[in-house]
């Protein structure tokens, strides 16, 4: 007991409180999100075209918005632009149960897409605001577990309720962010949170995107991880048409993939982590570019299910190495008052999301599937040249300043 304690005691309540809020909003947007093109498909008269408009508007409007939350959260304070972006959560999911036309389906989600890019890197902002700096790599990782907790049950919720009350998954989601709000309202409220949390040191949106611009070691690291994404998205956009056009019952395979995606990260994150602090960031993310690229390399041979759980699991170690290690090196490169603006640019990363799937589809569609996962194998292996790039301005600089 004494040992639990001390394990919850070393991270501020508000720190718990996040990642708590991680996984139920997390499981609640995957209950929804992942459904909504169906959702439009059968009760909208929609083309395709018009429904990829309305689902791709959140990661288009996320891709800038980060950023600008970030910075906004770094002037104003981590607490209203959270609470704001929870509240308009609420309101946007509410607002998916009564919309009936397409304009209201596509502003809304552009909405979800613009205040979850607001929340997010503030959250990681405030996290970081919270913890010492040696057990920030821990945090993240956690925050990363908390996720695929997430992850792991929205979607199995999700596809009962497609085929139930579409709506009702849109009022629970709806709901369980006006309780997070409500609950950090209270809890910011009645606990302590150290002065650092606020700076007075303020930069315009102008000085930020500046600041952004001249420096080469996040510029390199984001665009590693956009690389990165490029090859990790396939999961979700090219992986499950070829697994249901190469093999029998290729979607319940895929169904299987995802759920064992999930529940890697849930139990060997923080082993894994454990292990990896033993090491410099830059290796353990080039280790996990390697592992990565060997998972999508194994993608391009599958021929049955135990090819496709080999595969998904080389990539998963990749995805536990990289991404919290992303995370705690934007952390290292950001400066205190600059926190938020940091981490929200690393937003930009999403760029990926965009770009994968369009390249992996063009590829799938004029060479055969095993041909594109090399490319992006090599694209994801590409990844690995900025990230030392980015790596060595950081130490250059950090020695001028001595």
């Given at each position: 007991m004494?040992?639990?304690?001390?394990?919850?005691?070393?991270?501020?309540?508000?720190?718990?409180?996040?990642?708590?809020?991680?996984?139920?909003?997390?499981?609640?947007?995957?209950?929804?999100?992942?459904?909504?093109?169906?959702?439009?498909?059968?009760?909208?008269?929609?083309?395709?075209?018009?429904?990829?408009?309305?689902?791709?508007?959140?990661?288009?409007?996320?891709?800038?918005?980060?950023?600008?939350?970030?910075h906004l959260s770094d002037r104003f304070g981590r607490k209203p632009i959270m609470l704001t972006a929870l509240f308009t959560l609420a309101f946007v999911y509410y607002g998916f149960t009564i919309a009936a036309g397409q304009g209201w389906f596509i502003l809304l989600n552009a909405l979800n897409g613009?205040?979850?890019?607001?929340?997010?890197?503030?959250?990681?902002?405030?996290?970081?605001?919270?913890?010492?700096?040696?057990?920030?790599?821990?945090?993240?990782?956690l925050r990363y577990t908390a996720i695929n907790m997430g992850a792991s049950v929205g979607p199995l919720l999700g596809a009962y309720l497609a085929n139930t009350s579409a709506k009702l998954s849109f009022a629970i989601?709806?709901?369980?962010?006006?309780?997070?709000?409500?609950?950090?309202?209270?809890?910011?409220?009645?606990?302590?949170?150290?002065?650092?949390?606020?700076?007075?040191?303020?930069?315009?949106?102008?000085?930020?995107?500046?600041?952004?611009?001249?420096?080469?070691?996040?510029?390199?690291?984001?665009?590693?991880?956009?690389?990165?994404?490029?090859?990790?998205v396939q999961i979700d956009s090219n992986l499950p048409q070829i697994l249901e056009g190469k093999l029998e019952n290729g979607v319940v395979i895929f169904s299987m993939l995802i759920t064992i995606n999930a529940l890697m990260v849930v139990f060997l994150q923080m082993p894994i982590s454990h292990v990896a602090e033993k090491f410099k960031l830059m290796q353990v993310m080039v280790v996990g570019a390697f592992f990565m690229a060997a998972g999508l390399i194994g993608f391009s041979f599958v021929n049955g299910w135990v090819v496709a759980i080999l595969a998904m699991v080389l990539l998963t170690v990749g995805e536990i190495l990289i991404f919290p290690s992303n995370s705690m090196m934007i952390d290292t490169l950001a400066p205190e008052h600059l926190r938020g603006t940091y981490f929200g640019a690393a937003q930009f990363r999403k760029i990926g999301n965009f770009l994968g799937?369009?390249?992996?589809?063009?590829?799938?569609?004029?060479?055969?599937?095993?041909m594109m996962f090399w490319v992006l194998a090599i694209i994801t292996l590409g990844s690995i040249i900025f990230f030392t790039a980015g790596n060595k301005s950081r130490i250059t600089s950090a020695e001028s300043t001595i």
């Open positions: 004494a040992s639990v304690k001390n394990y919850i005691g070393q991270f501020h309540p508000i720190v718990w409180v996040l990642l708590i809020g991680t996984v139920l909003t997390r499981g609640s947007a995957f209950m929804t999100l992942p459904f909504l093109s169906i959702y439009l498909s059968r009760h909208m008269d929609l083309s395709p075209i018009i429904i990829g408009l309305t689902v791709g508007m959140s990661p288009l409007m996320a891709t800038a918005g980060g950023f600008i939350g970030g613009l205040c979850t890019s607001f929340f997010e890197p503030t959250s990681q902002a405030l996290m970081a605001d919270l913890t010492d700096k040696e057990k920030r790599m821990k945090v993240y990782s989601t709806g709901t369980t962010y006006f309780i997070y709000a409500i609950v950090l309202v209270y809890l910011i409220q009645r606990l302590v949170i150290p002065h650092k949390e606020q700076s007075k040191k303020t930069v315009s949106i102008g000085d930020a995107f500046r600041i952004i611009k001249t420096d080469k070691s996040l510029r390199y690291l984001i665009i590693g991880i956009v690389l990165v994404n490029m090859g990790y799937p369009v390249i992996g589809g063009y590829l799938l569609s004029h060479s055969q599937g095993q």
